[in-house]
């Protein structure tokens, strides 16, 4: 209950701080740019996850791989 109450608020909070903020041309900018470069952070986070998918793919394939071999 009190989660709830205190993310309802926060919201109403960050609803009113970027209705404010965004009648200043340079607070405007300064999110635009910090919403960018956290968008891009996004996609990089993005890219090394799925190399790290990859790569655990390949080890447990070469794994399965090993074990059948040893099987025969």
């Known amino acids: 209950m009190k989660t709830g109450l205190l ?5 109403v909070v960050a609803a009113t701080v970027a209705k404010l903020a965004s009648r200043c041309p340079s607070a405007r900018q300064l999110a635009v740019r910090s919403l960018a470069k956290g968008m891009q952070v996004t996609d990089k986070a ?3 996850l799925q190399k790290i998918k990859s790569e655990a ?10 074990a059948h071999g040893r099987e025969q």
């Not at 993310?7 to 919201?11: A, D, E, L, P, Y």
Request: proline share 0%.
């Open 7 to 11: 993310f309802f608020v926060g919201g």
């Open 46 to 48: 993005r890219e090394q």
């Open 57 to 66: 793919e390949d080890i447990c394939r070469e794994a399965e791989q090993h």
